[in-house]
């Protein structure tokens, strides 16, 4: 019997790269793998259904389950996670030290409905009562003038989101004084050049994610896994094919990180940072599946609904084909 020969778009990180390399095999699969960067991926998964199989942002695939006919159906892989405490940038000499200071500003975005903004909004609100009607919202491109919103999205009322200038970038206007702050998964190309005009609204990121974690317990979740609905329905085995190879790559990727005899990322500190997360987080720290990672679900779907993105409360059982939320034991 010959393999399904299927198209699979993904980042290149660790935790896929033995995917890529065939160090493991997709059950009844023949990969043709695509290495590609988030907005690619998900520009064309979303918008021309490019893919058998892509990773597809948290934030969009919402969206998609309240509209007719959902292309994609999605896998517990989560391919991205990230403390979005990092990805709310400043213009220094906006006079804001903390992040009660953003109320009545202008906050830059490339997208509104990015799952990074929905977690850093929903930050701002939960922890520091900074709610989405209580800023200027001015979207655009980072460095090229315009973008546009991979979906179609209808926001509440007391929501301002206003179009940068003609001509203008997020980057340059933040810089510039033209926007006070931005938020946004990338950080603006002026901050990663070490422009002193632009720094992170808070200093110590990682001691305020930790604290974070410790007081509700949630890594954010970025990026899932989707596969083609119509060939779920044709070969049902497929999801489950899926979970159980992409979970023994990012087991090949963490068994690598305990390997220091020489490091296998190009970072100093790699033992440090890894005692350090375990500690936090707890052996497993970038778990797949529903169950170790149902609350932190929930709260993210009560965020998407709560900030007008989808126009129904989606519930965790919604979000993953049927075969991936269990599994056989011996």
Not at 150 to 159: A, G, H, Y
Not at 192 to 199: I, L, P, S, Y
Request: hydrophobic share 40%.
């Amino acid at each position: 019997m010959s393999k399904l020969r299927l198209s699979i778009a993904m980042g290149d990180y660790d935790r896929t790269r033995a995917i890529y390399d065939g160090r493991v095999q997709i059950d009844g699969i023949d990969p043709a793998c695509m290495l590609q960067v988030p907005e690619e991926m998900f520009f064309r998964a979303f918008r021309h259904h490019a893919y058998d199989v892509s990773e597809i942002s948290f934030s969009s695939y919402v969206v998609s389950l309240t509209r007719p006919d959902p292309h994609y159906v999605a896998i517990p892989v989560f391919l991205s996670r990230a403390f979005r405490h990092t990805s709310i940038y400043v213009n220094k000499d906006a006079g804001i030290s903390k992040p009660e200071d953003l109320k009545g500003r202008k906050i830059g975005i490339a997208e509104y409905q990015l799952t990074a903004n929905v977690w850093a909004r929903a930050i701002l609100q939960d922890d520091y009562g900074v709610a989405p009607s209580d800023v200027d919202w001015i979207r655009g491109g980072m460095d090229t003038p315009g973008r546009p919103e991979k979906l179609k999205i209808d926001l509440p009322p007391d929501v301002r989101v206003t179009p940068a200038p003609e001509g203008a970038t997020l980057n340059a206007m933040l810089a510039e004084g033209g926007i006070d702050a931005f938020i946004g998964p990338r950080a603006p190309r002026s901050f990663q050049e070490g422009d002193t005009r632009v720094g992170r609204l808070f200093d110590d990121t990682v001691t305020v994610a930790e604290d974070y974690y410790r007081r509700t317990k949630r890594f954010p979740i970025m990026h899932l896994l989707g596969v083609r609905r119509s060939l779920t329905a044709e070969h049902p085995w497929i999801p489950g094919a899926l979970l159980k190879a992409f979970a023994e790559a990012k087991r090949i990727s963490q068994d690598a990180l305990d390997d220091t005899s020489a490091t296998k990322v190009t970072m100093p500190f790699v033992e440090d940072t890894l005692h350090r997360a375990r500690s936090l987080i707890g052996p497993d720290f970038w778990s797949y599946g529903v169950g170790a990672n149902r609350d932190i679900l929930d709260y993210f779907l009560e965020q998407h609904h709560r900030q007008g993105l989808s126009t129904r409360r989606v519930a965790v059982d919604e979000l993953f084909h049927p075969s991936t939320q269990e599994s056989f034991s011996l």
